[in-house]
């Protein structure tokens, strides 16, 4: 009998046993997946006050003025310092684009971009232009022969010589360099266009609404508005510690839990005056970190300067298609085929029609709504825009 029960025990804690280490071996490949997006997320959260708060980033990543110097010290191949003079600019708009992107500079020139149009039908002056490193030599790939190295780089001269636009430094395009290419924006800036009110960098497939963010911009301006920096505002985002990801930062580049706030890199705008201050940061930050937009957030942090949130500003967010959207919309991300038809039909003087008067915001709230607030839905603006 009591051999039997001890058995019988035995066998039952097996049971339990192993029910045990399956519960655990299960909630463990879990916990990895809560840990990596909730808990991370949680966790950063939490830190943010500290991080933003205090100083001890700056001083982690200050560096001697002639080390940081190697991150801005490229030769211009191409460049047009005399873009801004002589002119009341109301926004430098530097498009972050790469060499091969010959398709969506043309969309942009030709749409939201073209400078003569904002000129003639807004009545201000914006400049825009197009950052971009050097081209890759591919000395293996005879059928790229034509696009690559000193080839191709004739090329872009010959686009650049029809329109004035492209300001090009010599160091390799690509995407781990996109912290060289906001370096430059800012350094640009500082040296050729000081006096334009904003800077506003902005993602080679993203769509402006230049109506909408002039006459926003004019309205700020006029305010005397200083240390305005707007976009898509990250609040204690986290390092992406998994080697896999596009966005993987090592704990010996970025030891802390979350980054300082900062807006998405897709377009955001900043006043002169952080433009300014932005650009006295980089001259003494250690700039190995590639995220671009991290790094804006940690300079903007070493000189006290924090993001304020637009709605209407998306991050990596497409716009519904609708005229109620297009009356508010400042930016929208992914837009390449279709940049033609959404300028088209956004700046179309019907838009404003069906828009207006108390029936058209009774009309306007309700679509905003359905398109906005929809659960689980979201990659476009968030639900509050529909209520601002
Ligand atoms: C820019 O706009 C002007 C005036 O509206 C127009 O004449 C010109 O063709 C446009 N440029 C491009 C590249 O579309
Ligand atoms: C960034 O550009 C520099 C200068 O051209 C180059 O040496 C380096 O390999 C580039 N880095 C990446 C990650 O592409
Ligand atoms: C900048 O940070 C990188 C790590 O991200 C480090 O390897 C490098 O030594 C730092 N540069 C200076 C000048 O301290
Ligand atoms: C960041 O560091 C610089 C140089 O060490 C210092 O001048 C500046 O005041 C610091 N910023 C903050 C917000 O502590």
Redesign the pocket.
Same mark, same amino acid.
């Given at each position: 009998m009591m051999f039997l029960n001890f058995r019988r025990v035995r066998k039952c804690q097996r049971v339990q046993l192993m029910t045990t280490c399956l519960l655990l071996s299960v909630m463990m490949v879990c916990w990895e997946q809560l840990d990596n997006s909730v808990v991370n997320h949680v966790k950063s959260y939490s830190f943010r006050y500290l991080i933003n708060r205090f100083s001890y980033i700056n001083k982690s990543?200050t &560096?001697?003025r002639n080390? /940081?110097r190697i991150f801005s010290n490229f030769h211009y191949l191409m460049d047009h310092p005399d873009k801004c003079i002589g002119k009341d600019v109301l926004l430098l708009l530097f498009v972050k684009t790469s060499p091969e992107n010959i398709e969506r500079r043309k969309a942009i020139r030709s749409t939201w971009g073209n400078e003569t149009y904002i000129q003639n039908t807004l009545g201000v002056t914006v400049k825009v232009v197009f950052a971009l490193g050097a081209v890759h030599i591919k000395k293996t790939e005879p059928l790229w022969s034509k696009r690559s190295g000193v080839g191709f780089q004739d090329q872009l001269a010959q686009e650049d010589r029809l329109h004035g636009d492209l300001i090009q430094q010599d160091f390799l395009d690509s995407f781990h360099n996109l912290t060289l290419k906001l370096i430059l924006q800012f350094h640009w800036m500082h040296s050729h266009c000081a006096h334009a009110r904003f800077l506003m960098t902005a993602d080679d497939d993203i769509f402006v609404h230049m109506p909408n963010l002039v006459s926003y911009l004019q309205d700020v301006s006029s305010r005397g508005v200083k240390d305005f920096w707007i976009g898509r505002v990250h609040r204690g985002a986290p390092p992406i510690r998994s080697k896999e990801s596009k966005y993987y930062v090592?704990f010996?580049?970025?030891p802390w839990v979350a980054y300082p706030d900062y807006t998405a890199g897709a377009a955001y705008v900043v006043s002169s005056d952080v433009a300014n201050k932005i650009y006295h940061a980089t001259l003494t930050l250690? /700039?190995? &970190?590639y995220i671009d937009d991290v790094f804006m957030g940690i300079c903007a942090n070493a000189v006290g300067v924090s993001p304020q949130e637009h709605v209407y500003f998306s991050g990596e967010g497409k716009a519904p298609y609708h005229p109620c959207i297009y009356e508010k919309m400042m930016t929208s991300h992914g837009h390449i085929e279709d940049i033609y038809d959404v300028w088209k039909a956004a700046t179309h003087p019907q838009v404003k029609h069906g828009t207006s008067g108390l029936i058209g915001k009774l009309y306007c709230a309700a679509v905003k709504m359905t398109l906005l607030c929809k659960p689980y839905h979201f990659n476009t603006y968030p639900c509050k825009a529909a209520f601002s």
């Open positions: 990543l &560096i001697p080390q /940081a090592s010996e580049m970025y250690n /700039a190995s &970190i």
